[in-house]
């Protein structure tokens, strides 16, 4: 499908009415301000209660940025070949048909992707509320059942300003990619500067020792802890792919989405493993395993409160980073889906002046904002986990289907290590899914009814779209 934009009455370069007008560090800025939300700061307690030590720790952090980056450079691979928007839903529907493509958006857009920008929203008041208390105080009561034991919905005004906040940034990218793409290239450097104070301020205070990283705490470990600590890295790694939704809109997408792909990745990778050196350099392991907010806890042994303090701001940026990047790639996924004809017809609309998927954006940043009213974005981004997983994991196998299947396309990369990347993904994405489906095969079988709730809606806009 070609849309010609009512501005110029020219075909856009990416051929669905969309301008090229990201550059190589935009499109690098949705990788890491995507990828690095709230989870460096939360995650290592986590991992260090299912691995006991700073080293298992490190090799987890390792092992989890070794699978993103195989990941990185499989999509590279697919990024070239398919520079549309749409990222994954383009690459489904190419290798296996266009009902695997579908599902996957269907997904992305009413659960996986809107409950993330509803985590990140919500984190994002929650650190505020540091500062000002008075946003956890109930505003109203809603007489709808989504409360506290399906009572009447309890609505604070921290939840009134995760809404704005979600709103906003869904305005902002409306009026422009390249508008989103500063604002996302302004906060990202932000983000990235002020993590490198608190690494800085961490290893280089007198308070660190290099016998903390030595310490331990009791704990059962086995495979199943290695896995729970891994699901819990790669929480803190998920977004590297969310660049690829965008390529319609990345100026020589051939060049410089394999390029943001990869240095994004190992940029993350990085900072992540400087990040918990600083962490377990200061603190032993034990006070890792008891902290919340371990970041806080370093900072606050450090400098007192004030550096407590300075960690807030810093999440808060992360946060806000994180959030505009979901925002901007994600409103492509069901513009792609619109534009195949098997989403709302309108969704598929290009602004005639900012050139952007408008009604797409506001749809998913109102969604987003009614699921944080809602206070379910958790418990539904949990039920999918397991089959989003699945669909990643096929995805990244699409690129050995598609050499096979389509070996005519022109492919500027190619996949580094293929095919034992890819095949190194798909089993360690296979191995989590199992584990997946054995702690929570109650959430597991739910988020598969959630998926498959949308193949109604496929059948019905592919039968409409066959009778236009």
């Known amino acids: 499908m070609k849309t010609t934009t009512a501005a110029t009455g020219a075909t856009a370069a990416g051929g669905d009415g969309l301008h090229r007008e990201l550059g190589m560090w935009g499109a690098a800025s949705i990788v890491v301000g995507t990828v690095i939300g709230s989870g460096i700061f939360l995650v290592p307690k986590t991992m260090v209660l299912r691995t006991g030590s700073p080293e298992m720790v490190f090799f987890v952090w390792i092992f989890g940025g070794l699978l993103s980056l195989a990941g990185a450079l499989t999509y590279a691979e697919l990024a070239g070949m398919y520079d549309k928007s749409g990222g994954e839903y383009v690459y489904l529907r190419e290798a296996y048909g266009p009902v695997f493509g579908f599902l996957y958006g269907w997904t992305q857009m009413w659960v996986a992707k809107a409950g993330s920008i509803a985590t990140l929203a919500t984190a994002f008041f929650y650190y505020l509320a540091n500062f000002q208390p008075n946003l956890q105080t109930v505003f109203t009561h809603l007489p709808i059942p989504l409360g506290k034991d399906w009572g009447p919905l309890e609505v604070s005004y921290g939840q009134l300003l995760a809404m704005a906040v979600t709103m906003g940034l869904g305005v902002v990218n409306y009026f422009g990619v390249k508008v989103g793409g500063g604002v996302q290239v302004a906060v990202t450097v932000l983000k990235v500067a002020l993590i490198g104070v608190i690494i800085v301020v961490g290893l280089g205070s007198p308070q660190g020792s ?163 009213l809602s206070g379910r974005y958790e418990q539904l ?68 009814g959630l998926i498959f709730a949308g193949l109604p809606f496929y059948f019905y806009w592919k039968k409409r779209g066959i009778r236009a």
């Open 210 to 372: 290099v016998s903390n990283l030595g310490t331990s705490i009791p704990v059962a470990g086995g495979v199943a802890a290695f896995f729970a600590a891994l699901v819990a890295a790669l929480w803190a790694y998920d977004g590297w792919n969310n660049v690829t939704m965008v390529a319609g809109e990345i100026q020589e997408p051939q060049r410089n989405l394999p390029r943001a792909l990869i240095f994004g990745t190992l940029g993350v990778v990085v900072i992540y493993l400087l990040t918990n050196l600083a962490y377990f350099y200061v603190l032993p392991a034990a006070d890792v395993a008891a902290s919340d907010r371990v970041a806080a806890t370093m900072m606050d042994r450090i400098l007192g409160a004030p550096g407590a303090a300075a960690v807030s701001v810093a999440a808060m940026i992360s946060i806000f980073a994180a959030l505009n990047g979901s925002i901007l790639s994600g409103s492509r996924v069901p513009f792609a889906m619109a534009c195949d004809g098997l989403f709302f017809r309108k969704v598929a609309t290009v602004h005639p002046k900012y050139h952007t998927p408008s009604v797409s954006i506001l749809l998913l940043s109102t969604w987003s904002a009614l699921l944080v």
């Open 381 to 448: 981004f949990t039920y999918v986990i397991f089959a989003s997983w699945i669909l990643y994991a096929m995805a990244t196998a699409s690129v050995i289907v598609l050499r096979r299947k389509r070996p005519d396309l022109p492919r500027p990369y190619r996949t580094i290590g293929y095919p034992v990347v890819p095949v190194l993904f798909v089993l360690v994405a296979g191995a989590l899914i199992l584990s997946t489906l054995a702690d929570s095969p109650r959430e597991s079988v739910m988020g598969l």
